[in-house]
Nanobody
């Protein structure tokens, strides 16, 4: 059974930083061969992509709206992907989800809540 478990969310003041982690287990193929992404969903809004890191060469990509303050990385030895978030704003308040994808296989974590008060 595949599990993606996010952690590291919480309450942070405007301008602060957080690092989210997502630990994968139960994958039948090596973690390193999965594209890993972070998504987020704010209250009343659709889920949106935050960042992706590819398999093998660890190329990172970000939507234009996410460039500059977010950094995705992975540690294949620990089957873990990270999201470093800096200069957080109230608009960053959302549930952040981890996603693993390889071909037709796709898995989601349960999410971790990040709250940045006004």
């Amino acid at each position: 059974q595949v599990q993606l478990v996010e952690s590291g969310g919480g309450l942070v003041q405007r301008g602060g930083s957080l690092r989210l982690s997502c630990a994968a287990s139960g994958l039948t193929i090596s973690f390193s061969r999965y594209y890993m992404s972070w998504y987020r969903q704010a209250p009343g809004k659709e889920r949106e992509l935050v960042a992706t890191i590819t398999s093998t060469i660890d190329l990172t990509t970000y939507p234009d709206s996410m460039k500059g303050r977010f950094t995705i990385s992975r540690d294949n030895a620990k089957n873990t992907v990270y999201l470093q978030m800096n200069s957080l704003k109230p608009d960053d308040t959302a549930v952040y989800y981890c996603n693993a994808r390889r071909g037709p296989s796709e898995y989601w974590g349960q999410g971790t809540l990040v709250t940045v008060p006004e």
